[in-house]
């Protein structure tokens, strides 16, 4: 997915301009870890709760990207 290889680019800004476009569960989530990594935890908190994930239960950046494409892989 090109949003979660501009994350680990650090391109968070191209991330966002992808990611808000799409509206379900999957992209929600996505869209609060871009804000993590920009740095908005306020944001971030309010797009996993739009994907019905606990914010304060998150892993690390690099945690959440990984568990983001392993449950792609396990929606397929």
Known sequence: MQVVQHLRANAWTQAHDLVQREASPMANWLHGIVHIQEGDLEDAQYWYE???KHF????TLAEELVRFEQALLHQA
């Not at 304060?56 to 892993?59: D, I």
């Open 50 to 52: 739009q994907a019905g």
């Open 56 to 59: 304060r239960s998150r892993g």
